[in-house]
């Protein structure tokens, strides 16, 4: 059975502490030691030592669990993994056999890299020529930013952010000349004064991000930049659906405060009055993305990869089942199938770059 197969493989790390798997969309993951690796369609998986008898328990019962639930959707959230390490795997198991994610999930996530991309490099677009010393990019995710930065400012000391391991694992990878570390963001700040903040798609989950932004723009040297993109889709089809979802249901008590206690981020003329005495220039803009999608349930793993995990994190594996089931048909009701079968995901977004 393919699950046994990783099990094996999970327990049997090979000498060099790696585990390998075959990185595929449509196949079987199989696990193989080093010796058999051919080719670039492998994949290595770092395995950690277990710690304790709990972690045992735990993966075991990751494991156990996802022996019922293995198919192909499964299959494809590993395959999409540059490289887990063996923490990042049980998660992945284990929210994948209760339904969904429970913690940022780098794979689904960057399953519409392209799309969350083209933001961060519309955002980067409008950022001037700084000939920078120092870049950091805050809530690097899993670097697909920090890659464009690292690839407009070569000669840059760039810095990635973020709390969740599992994104940072990703980016490590990705962009090894950039430094990665775990980090808040809502407590950081640099050593130094630095030429370049870039946060895209992050700030909107800080608390009080608006006096967090006037705190970033003291971190810069005279003729920095503030580089921000926020969504800004809380009005939204997707997100007054699942807040629908969330208020009438067995789950109420749970989900409304969390519906309530989102952030709603300001309009253009909050940001400019709050910016704009802090900077010798502001460039403001708004801009609505369209994504064709292949159905309610792609627009479903959009957000499964962001806003829908605090709802889905306070739910038992068999009411996220039910959430998405109904979320799922609210969202069939509300997208109209376009005649080439695709469904349009309107996305607002925020953008500024601020300069000292
Ligand atoms: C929507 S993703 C954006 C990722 C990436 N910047 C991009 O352009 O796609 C948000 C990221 O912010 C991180 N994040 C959220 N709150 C954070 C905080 N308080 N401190 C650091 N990172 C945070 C999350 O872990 C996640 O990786």
Redesign the pocket.
Known sequence: MRCTIIKEALQQPNQDGKINCLKTKSRPIKAHHSADVQGSNWAKIEARPLTSAMENWRMAAALNAVEGAINERVLNHVAWGLSLDLSAIVSLCRSLAAGYPME?NSSL?MKFEKE??R??RDLLAQVPDLAPGSIF??????G??TELLAAKFPGARIFG????EN?LAVARERVPSARFGK????GWRPAEKTDLIF????LQ??PSHDELMVRLLSYLREGGCLAVQMPNNIQELSHALMRMVAADGPWADRLVPIAKSRAVIGGLDFYYQLLVPHCSRLDLWQTAYVHPLDGPDDIVDWFAG?ALRPFLDALSPCERESFLTRYRAELAAAYPVQTNGKVLLRYPRLFFVAQR
């Open positions: 940022w996530y969350r991309t933001a961060a990019d805050l809530g690097c995710g899993p697909n930013g952010l973020d709390i969740s994104m980090e808040d963001i809502a946060a895209n798609a992050s989950f800080v962001s």
